[in-house]
Nanobody
């Protein structure tokens, strides 16, 4: 069982940066692929980024590639999403997710554990 708690959301101007954090509980955090997803108002939840258990592999959605960076610290049982050059279309609730696999997965149905989400609003 894994419990996930996101933090770091907020209001930021276009072009600004935010760093989201996700703290996990459980003894086997290092065995999990971790992902970030987001859901804008009235839209389906979509993949943002994922990272393998060893941090050796990552994957990004095309619309955040080059702007967002996912990382993890297994000793701290945490995963991070550094978001730069933010745009209004990045506004959404951002969710951290976990699944016990060595693969880097990119769809919501492949993840077993979810956090409660943190709101990111990009607006001037």
């Amino acid at each position: 069982q894994v419990q996930l708690v996101e933090s770091g959301g907020g209001l930021v101007q276009p072009g600004g940066s935010l760093r989201l954090s996700c703290a996990a509980s459980g003894r086997t955090f290092s065995s999990y692929t971790m992902g970030w997803f987001r859901q804008a108002l009235g839209k389906e939840r979509e993949f943002v980024a994922a990272i393998s258990w060893s941090a050796g592999s990552t994957s990004y959605a095309d619309n955040v590639k080059g702007r967002f960076t996912i990382s993890r610290d297994n000793a701290k049982k945490s995963v991070y999403l550094q978001m730069n050059s933010l745009k209004p279309e990045d506004t959404a609730v951002y969710y951290c997710a976990a699944t016990r696999t060595t693969l880097v997965l990119t769809t919501t149905r492949q993840y077993d554990y979810w956090g409660q989400g943190t709101q990111v609003t990009v607006s001037s």
